[in-house]
């Protein structure tokens, strides 16, 4: 059984998925504890999470969901 990876620091260029309460964002990791907001507003996890992992594969990087603070799990991985 495969575990979870986890990371405290995802690589710049990155997708981080973020809840707000209500909605999913979709972030950019600058790579320095920071991110620019790619896609904000989804209502539905499911939605997010496609959306994420289509922008992470066209970019060959990595997709993460935040875990706490300033931890994150994988979801999914295209880096090479």
Avoid: C
């Avoid at 209500?22 to 996890?45: A, P, Y």
């Avoid at 997010?48 to 994988?74: I, M, N, P, Y």
């Amino acid at each position: 059984m495969p575990r979870d990876t986890l990371t405290t620091d995802p690589r710049e260029g990155d997708y981080i998925l973020s809840p707000t309460g209500l909605t999913w964002n979709i972030l950019r990791s600058n790579g320095d504890h920071s991110g620019k907001s790619i896609s904000v507003g989804d209502r539905e996890k499911k939605t997010a999470v496609a959306k994420l992992r289509s922008l992470a594969e066209a970019d060959q990087a990595d997709g993460w969901e935040t875990a706490g603070t300033w931890l994150f799990w994988q979801i999914t991985r295209f880096r090479k």
